[in-house]
Every structure is written in C-alpha cells, then in structure tokens.
C-alpha cells in the first residue's frame, strides 16, 4: 500500500511524485494506479463534504459517507450544468450578494472577506472576489440566458500551467534531462488579450510560465478584452429569441454606454488581423513557439499563410497545441498536414480536456488521449447515467473524477461520448487508459432529427435562434 | 430492417412500390415509403377546374361520407386504424396506452352534428352552399360564396386528431388536399384516407386527398409541388424549423396558413389555498394540464405561475401546492399520462443541479424520471423553461398580477387560469401580449377543432372568399356619369 505522504504528493503535487516525467506518469500498471486512485478519492471526497456544501448536501441527501470504489463516485459526480444552477434572474438584478452566497456553496475557499457592495456589473463582482478571496472564477457563455461560472483558483490555474509546459516540451518515452531546463518562448495566442471567459483566464498564466516573464513575447491576436457582461447579454438574447421575448430584453445601461467601445472593438478586428499575421510571418519566423487554438482556427491561418506562399514559419522544435472539435466547420481530409506544412513543425499535439476538470488528455502517437493519472474517467450510459462496465469497449458519455483540483468539486458529467477500450493496451506503449480519437458532443448528435413535427415549441426553436445569433455574429 | 411502411395514398389509389428507405428519428426506427421523386409529379390536382365535381355534391352529402368514414374508424375492426396505431408506437413519443386511446376516439371527431357546427359556427354553411346575397348602402347586391382551394397541408404529428382535423377541414371546405406525412404520426393520414377510400370509393372528397411521405426539407420534392400552378395555400402546423423552411416557397398565388409552434402557461389565484378540498381540485387540474398528451402538446402546461406572493408564506403555499400537484400528476391513470417515454437529457441534468440549488429551487420528484415539479423560491422562472418536457413543469409564486404578464409572449397559445374570475379580469389584457386561448384550468388539452386556433379562422382562411357584384345603374350611381367634383 501506498504511503500516506506519497499519496498527499500524488494527489496535490503530482509533477513532483512523478519526478517531473510524463513517461513516468503514464506508465505505471494500471492495479497499481487504480489502488493510489482509490486512496486519493476518499480521501479528496473526505475532504470536500466537509468543506464544499453542495457536496455535503447531495451526500447527506443519497446517504453517502464514504467511496471506497470507482462507481460509489458514480451518484455524487455533477451535471455540467451545476455551474449555471443560480436564477439569472439574481444577475439582471445585480444581486452579486446573493451569487456570491451561491458561488460560497460550490467551493471551500472563504469568500466572507468579498465585499459586494458597489459591484455594478460581472466584471466588477469577479474582480472583487479575484482581490478578496482565492478565487479566479472563470465564466463560459450559454445558450439558456446564462453564464457557467466555475470557481477556479490561482493554484490551481498555474500548476495546470506547469503541468501544460511538461507534456508540450516533453515526448512519452524520453526521460528529462534534469540539467536541461524547459525553455521560455513565444507564445502566439490567436484570441483576444484577457478576459474571464475560460480560456482568456488563461493568459496570465500561459504569460508567467512560457515566456519566462517577458510579456513582450506573448503574441495576442486582438488586443482588446472580452467582457463578461457582454456575453451574459448575447446569452440572454438567444435565450429571449428562443422564447420569443426579443421584445422584453433589458440591456443594462451601464452595458449599453460601452457600445461604441465595443463597436470600435469590431472595427479594430479586421487590421489586428493583418498585424497579427504580418508579426508572425516576419518578426517571429524561425523562432521556438507555443501556439495554441481549435482546429479550424489552425487551419485557416495556416490555409491563408499557405496562400500567400509562406510556410515553415516557425522552429521546428516549436510547441503546437490544439484540440477542441471542429465546432461546425467543415474541414478537409488533409487539414493537419495543411496546418504541419505552413508552421513547418515536427509535431502538433492535440489535448482533450474541459474547463471544469484540472487534466488535459495528451494524445499519444496513435492519436488517442490518456487519461492523466490524476483523473478517474467514467463512461455512463448516456440515458440513465449509471456507470458503464470498466472493461471491454464501451461508448458513453464522459465524466471525470478530478483528484488534483481543490477550488470546486471535481466530479463532472461532460457533455461528450467517447470511447474506451479498458482491456486492449495502446500500441503506443503506454500503460495508461486511452481515449479514442473520435469524441462527439451529444447536442451535436441530436441534430439528425430531421422533420418530427410536433406543435409545441421547444428544443428546435432553441436550435433555430443559436444559428440565428452565429449568422448575427458573423 | 424497416419498422413500417408508409404507403401513399392518390385520390383513391393506395401507392405500395418504389420503397425507399428513409432513417427515422435517430436513424434507429427506419422505415420506407414510395420514393417521392417518382412519386411527386401524382400528387397535385392536374387541374384546377377539377375541383368542380365538388360542387356537385351537397352540404348533406359531405356530412353522409365523413359520418360513414367516423363509423368505419372503429378500432376493433379497422385494419389501416389498428396498423397506424403500432406505427405510431414505434415513432412516437406516445406510450401505448395512450396511444390506444387516441384512436378508439377517433370517430368521434366525425360526429355529424358536431361537424355541422363546426360549419356553421366557423364559416356559415350559407356559404358553403351557395351565394350569401346582401345589399349594401351603395346599392348594390353583394354576393358571397365561400370556394375550397388546393391545399398542401404539413400536420403535426403529436397525436392523430391533426390528421383527421386536416381531412375534416378539407372536406367541410371543398378543398383539395395534399397531405405530408409527419414522421413521427407515419400511418393516421393514410388510414384515414384509406378508410374514407372504403366507405365512398371514386367519390369526390375521395378524389380530393392524397397523402405521402417525404422528408421534410426536401428541396427536390417540394420544389417542383409547392407552386402556385399546384397550390395555393400550405397549411403548416409547428414545428419552427419546418414552419420557416415553408416561407422559401411563398409568392404571389402561395398563402401561407402558419399553425406556428407554441407554448403555454398557467395563472392560478390565491383562491386556490382558500380550503384544502379547493387546493385538492386545482393541483388535479394543473396536474391534468400538466400530464395529457404527456407534456407533448402545444396547449400543455409548463410554466404556472401562482398569486401566492413571495414571502415566507407564499413560499410555503407554492410548495405545497407543488408537492399536490406532483401527487396528483404521477397518480394520472396510464391511457391519461404516463412516466414519459423519452427524457430530455439536458432537462435532467438541469433538475440534477437544481436539486443541489435549494436555496431558489426545490424540486420534488423526477429521480426516477417520472415527472417532477419544480417551485421557484424566487419569482422568477427557472432559466430552461423552454426546456421543460416530460411532464416537468415549474411553479412560479409571484406577488402580483403585473408579473403574470411574463408567462405570456408571441410564442403563447393557451393560459389555463384559476379561478374564472381571474381569467375575465385578464382576458382583455393578456391577449395584447400574445395569448390567444384563455380557458378554464384543467381544460388546457381539451381542445375542440370548433374554435379559432392560433389566433386565427384557419377554416375559413383555407376558404377563397370570392365576390359576385350586381350593379344596376339605376341603384348604383355609375362612374360613368360621375361630373367633374371641384
């Protein structure tokens, strides 16, 4: 049996009890892997009842006490939508101090110090609780007039950073060298520069620990900040459109005084482009970079890079990172090597991960993602949401049991099917569960309903007015 | 292996050949049909001067056939009924039960004298019949005649009583009609044109339906059908995709008749909590808005919205009231409601969040997914009420009337409102933001094709309201020797 202190490493400082090595992470039997898995998940579990109320609750609720197996996780693992279970209606009335009470029920960290008086938009409540409390919540748009807001924290953010820098420079199979530091680069981000959505949280964290502290190495496409506020009103507006109540959308004035900023923000987006483009096939040829995006945005920077004749931009040693599904878009058969041709890199890496989990899944040569050790994927059948059985091949929806993150509850329910073949190894060699490479979001598989007809409107309408929002945006 | 088949049905003669495979819902619940491309160029009118036999034909006379064509619908012995009735199992959303009960009440739907006032009230059989003459203050004699026109209806396919409302309506009005075959109703048209092709063979309300299947969508049939030299109007039930996919083809000499998709709320008054045995009542009429047609019908109750007020008390009355209403709701006898036979994924996992939210929701019931109540603790409605489905709905308390204005918008259809006091103080009000049905709580899903739907006199604007003047110049001051007026 594992040690005490040894699992207290592996379930906060996982990089230091694998001595740094992703080889090492993703190579242990999988027996013993299972066992220090189970230890740890008690454990956490111990520890978030008591220090998480929803946990508690839910826990109280279904008379769990404790989890020794896999599937005792099973009932307490939470639907995505957890993090958007508050009233919008408490942010139209800017009742931060009613969400800040909500937000106090979904992590331990202590927010009695936030101070929501004076806090007139999202943004301000988030900065408020960024300042007084150790939460860095992040915020992802919806569709049903609200925002996900999922208490990240500082920690948290940067150890996912480091851990990041680890799987980008390293390669499964090859030690580190401890005398060989990983290297600081450019990092080229082709988003906007900040923000509290998901990913442009990211931006401090990925400026501290890739570019070895020199901000002018990081590269945004858009200097501008996303705000908040404005993407709780685009998802109230598809959720108005979906209901037929248009007419009753209130934008709040305080928003509505920043629309001229938020134009002149558009107006930009066309000469960032060209900027961006122009810094990246010039001032950055040659040199070591991080790049990070969806698939489609990869692919049409690099279709268009193509276009005017440039390709091999960066070092080939360069860290290329993406992932994401192709969100709609149609992409060709040859799209990676369209991608590979135009940054003349040796490898780009794809990762599979979710806001609300710690891990993003690494894929290994045979193009499947591992499951980081520090993560206990479930598959669940996607009607009843029991476990499916952990052996043989099976397709369901995904969730995870997230050992590594403190700041919020770490059982999540994706929205995702993918497929696992618990008994087969990969030919990659590694010993840990693969993932395959096909991983599809449920809502997009609803689509092939093609023309039931009933005369209550509900989920197509829905449907109708999220396209309807795309063709506005565009 | 395909679970049905459609067959289509021309003016009498029953289409079984050409069978294309077509994936169903999902891909799981396959079925075939004649392929529609060969199948396209039969179904319109050749002519539109054959709608003339129609007027050789009597009021009384179409009443004869549609009265027969309701006794011949018994679904002990009608083999088409009982072949739409297992269709309907496999590409419903409907439990067998309930399904079973649909179709033993068919024929009633037919009723001769009920038929007739359907007629008369919505139209006036005067015009049906023949020219309606009037004299106007100008002098002239004003005649109106109410013409049948060719129709290509696209019903809705919860429930087979849109089929034979779509045929009533067809024949009351002398219409032609072509009916597109929803998928998830495969069989109820075309065993009603079946049956009607039985009890009145080559007679001209025989002569005047079709029915097929083709994908909704399908931009290779529908452009070739849906046409002004073809049709002149569409019928087009719910359904918004399919709705606003039917616009591309409008123009000049093709009307549009748009039975839209809509949604329905509830407004129940604080003299709901006046005695127990009140309460007891009105959670049996919510629970019956709730649960008929499972939750599936454009008129269901979703969101209700209660005059409780939202302090402590009212809270306590909401909760109470919704703990009844679930009661009352999974005690629905089985051909009535039933645990849903599908549940929306994301609603569930919504209630799964909800119940971890107890601070704004409390939800009771729907572990085991058969049907929950959902009460706000606030007086606002749970951010996925567009969503809700599956005999889940939501209890809204609020202090005041003005707030019940909410649960009406564009997308309304009906308001099923307690007591009847409430609903004539609302009636003047509520139809100005979109209601368009105001009945009596309990009464929500007790529909009769005798009234205006959606708004709007759908019979008679399948109708061509068409003019014959008679001027005399001796009473109608020509133009011709109109002077000059200065």
Known sequence: MPETKNLDLFMNDPIAFY????TKMHQVPRDELEAQQRLAMAARFAEHREGIEIVRNLADRIDVKEVREFDDMAPLLFAHTTFKSYPAALLDGKRFDLMTKWLAKQTPHDLSRVETRGCDSIEAWIDELDAHSELRVITSSGTTGTISIIPKDDAGGFYSMRLWRLFLFQEFGVEP?????????????????????????MVELLKKEFTGGDESRFHPL????????????????????????LDRVKIDPKLLERKAEFEAMEKRRPEELKAFFERMTTQLVGKRVFMLGTYALMHEIAREGLDRGVRGVFAKDSAI???????????????????????????????????????????????????????????????????????GRQTGRAAFYDLLNRSHWGGIISGDEITIDWDRPCACGLASVPIEHEIMRYSEKQGVEDDRITCNATQEVHDEAVSFMREFEA | MSAFRIPAFLRGEVVEEDWTQFGGRGGSEAFEAPDPQRLVERLPLPSPADLADLYSISFEEILDVLEALGQALDFEKNPHVQRAYEAAQVASNYPAAMLRQSYVTLPYVFDRESLRELAEQRIGIDYLEGWVARRLRDGRELRVRAFGARALHVPAGNGGLVSAITL??????????????????????????????????????????????????????????YRPEHIEKIVAWGGFASVKHVTRYLQPGLELIALDPKR?????????????????????????????????????ARVIYVLCGCDAQG????????????????????????????????????????????????????????GAIIVSQLDSAVDYAPLLSGRVANLVPVDDLKQVTDAVNAYTQTVGIYPESLKRELRDTLPLYGAQRLTSLGYACHVTPTMPQDAI??????????????????????????????
């Open chain 2, 315 to 370: 809270l306590e009355r909401a909760n109470r009231l919704g703990e009844r209403i679930y009661e009352k709701l999974v005690g629905l006898p089985e051909h009535v409601s039933t645990a849903p036979v599908r549940v929306d994924r994301e609603l569930r996992d919504h209630l799964a969040a909800a119940r971890l939210t107890e601070d704004w929701y409390r939800v009771i019931g729907g572990e085991r997914d058969e």
């Open chain 1, 19 to 22: 001595d740094g090595s992703i």
């Open chain 1, 321 to 391: 990172l993406t992932g994401g599904g192709a969100k709609g878009h149609v992409l060709p058969e040859n799209y990676m090597d369209v991608i590979r041709e135009f940054m003349g890199v040796d490898r780009i890496q794809e990762g599979y991960g979710m806001s609300e989990v710690s891990a993003m899944h690494w894929a290994c040569p045979e193009g499947r993602y591992h499951v980081q050790p520090w993560t206990i994927p479930y598959l669940l059948d996607p009607d009843s949401s029991q476990p499916l059985p952990r052996r």
């Open chain 1, 222 to 245: 858009y200097s501008d900040a996303v705000s908040t506020d404005l993407m709780f009103l685009a998802s109230k507006l598809r959720a108005a459109a979906s209901r037929g109540e």
């Open chain 2, 168 to 225: 009533l309506r067809n024949a009351l009005t002398r219409s032609d009609a072509i009916v597109k075959v929803p998928s998830n109703d495969p069989l109820t048209a075309v065993a009603l044109a079946r049956t009607l092709a039985d009890v009145a063979p080559g007679h001209p309300l025989t002569r005047h339906l079709a029915v097929a299947y083709w994908k909704g969508g399908d931009t290779a049939v529908e452009e070739r059908l």
């Open chain 2, 457 to 486: 006199e759908p019979l008679r604007r399948m109708c061509k309201w068409i003019v014959d003047e008679e001027c005399d110049p001796e009473r109608v001051f020509p133009l011709w020797k109109q002077p000059a007026l200065s």
């Open chain 2, 264 to 300: 329905s709320a509830t407004i129940i008054g604080p003299e709901a909590f006046e005695s127990e045995a009140t309460l007891d009542e009105v959670a049996t009429r919510a629970a019956c808005d709730i649960g008929v047609a499972n939750q599936e019908a454009c008129a269901s």
């Open chain 1, 177 to 201: 060298d401890p005398n060989e530091p990983l290297p600081a680069v450019d990092v080229i981000w082709p988003n906007y520069a900040s923000g509290k959505l998901g990913h442009l949280r």
